[in-house]
Nanobody, 126 residues
């Protein structure tokens, strides 16, 4: 399994931007579709965005569409989540995850992911 480490979280005012990074280990990163999920305390973890192994396909939750952008650099074995126009309701711990079975697609079901990072906190103040 690939090992994942997120970074880039922090405190930002509403309307601001953050870019999250997820660094992966191992040379097989390109074999995985990647996704971002988030979880607020007391709530279930929810899907945010996904990208296929090639980067050619992306998919977003309706709540972030038009504000967030997922991308990947297979040479740097890193996936990114650019978050713009942040809202207080975006506050959560953000997790990246790797999916080998559906690498050619943009999987949205968290149970289909093989590996997870430890998460990074994003807090948006109003």
């Amino acid at each position: 399994q690939v090992q994942l480490v997120e970074s880039g979280g922090g405190l930002v005012q509403a309307g601001g931007s953050l870019r999250l990074s997820c660094a992966a280990s191992g040379p097989t990163f390109k074999n995985y579709a990647m996704g971002w999920f988030r979880q607020d305390p007391g709530k279930e973890r929810e899907f945010v965005a996904a990208i296929s192994w090639s980067g050619g396909s992306t998919y977003y939750a309706d709540t972030v569409k038009g504000r967030f952008t997922i991308s990947r650099d297979n040479a740097k074995i890193t996936v990114y989540l650019q978050m713009n126009s942040l809202k207080p309701e975006d506050t959560a711990v953000y997790y990246c995850a790797a999916n080998k079975i559906y690498r050619g697609s943009v999987p949205k079901i968290q149970g289909s992911y093989d590996s997870w990072g430890q998460g990074t906190q994003v807090t948006v103040s109003s």
